[in-house]
């Protein structure tokens, strides 16, 4: 029973997952109400369920270790990539390259090293699907709208047993459902090798490899026995030290660095007609030669995404 100052007053039924009603209260002294639920609660505690928090929670009510990377410090940086871009930038996700060669995936450490025998990438959320070991030379870093990865334990909850290697979830940009607007992003960049190694002239080596090896330096250098001191093949001169001190040297890093250029573009159109319909249809060419001859990445994309 309620006590009520008069039979104006309104009572407030509420409880969660149901909406709220509120109720006049009548001559009547009963009142009998039937509570109805509300769908769209219950789905919103479905969805944030399922994203594995995504960006419903606030980060003070979270008890697991989350990092998130602003996407516009990624976009910065002149790299095919985001990856790339990646390292540095969350404190314990470790961003290593497997053999520099242009193209290459980078090996993404989120939890350390847990496994000798499989795979210790984490699992990665690409617009709410799942991928493990994806290459992400598919992802240009201005088509990515938010990046946020799972540290902890946690995750493995909502995931499972994939996620204990940590959990990167990528939200890609969407169509912004009003009027078309035409975006165009370029830069160029060159790579050039630097501390090379200082190595001996022609000289210099003959005279340590006689120090290593006098019978092989002899044999090789010299054409003389290294006990009679006679040619071994009279055909031949036979040499000194000092006749290699006019050699021609011959440096293999001149050969085989050379300069490498870089060039990324990248053009999109998003729009929609104001009402149902979202549209974004993008493209990019990225062209990157490597600092080593015969090495390089040239990469052509293209992507639709209609709502």
Do not use: C, W
């Amino acid at each position: 029973s309620i006590i009520v100052p008069d039979k104006s007053a309104v009572l407030v039924f509420s409880y969660t997952g149901y909406v709220q009603q509120e109720i006049k209260v009548s001559a009547k002294g009963d009142l009998n109400i039937i509570m109805k639920e509300d769908v769209k609660e219950l789905e919103g505690v479905i969805v944030s369920v399922d994203l594995g928090y995504g960006n419903v929670q606030k980060r003070k009510d979270l008890t697991g270790s989350i990092g998130t990377v602003s996407v516009k410090e990624i976009q910065k940086a002149p790299v095919r990539s985001f990856e790339e871009a990646l390292g540095g930038r969350v404190a314990g996700v470790q961003v290593q390259a497997r053999d520099g060669q242009p193209g290459d995936n980078f090996n993404i450490l989120v939890r350390g090293a847990s496994s000798i025998n499989n795979s210790n990438s984490p699992l990665y959320l690409i617009d709410g699907v799942a991928v493990e070991d994806p290459n992400n030379n598919n992802l240009n870093p201005n088509e990515i709208e938010s990046i946020t990865v799972l540290k902890d334990a946690s995750s493995t909850a909502i995931y499972g047993s994939r996620a204990a290697n940590g959990v990167v979830i990528i939200n890609t940009k969407q169509g912004s459902g009003k009027k078309a607007v035409f975006s165009y992003q370029t830069f160029f960049g060159m790579s050039q090798a630097t501390k090379l190694f200082e190595v001996m002239n022609a000289q210099d080596f003959v005279k340590l490899q006689f120090e290593i090896d006098s019978v092989y330096a002899n044999t090789f250098y010299f054409n003389k026995n290294s006990t009679t001191g006679l040619p071994i093949d009279s055909t031949k001169p036979v040499y000194s030290v000092k006749d290699y001190a006019n050699v021609k040297s011959l440096d293999f890093q001149d050969l085989i660095f050379k300069n490498a250029f870089f060039q990324n573009h990248f053009l999109s159109v998003d729009g929609g007609d104001g009402k149902s319909t979202k549209y974004l249809f993008s493209g990019g060419y990225t062209n990157q030669t490597g600092l080593l001859i015969n090495s390089g990445f040239t990469r052509y994309q293209g992507r639709v995404n209609l709502d």
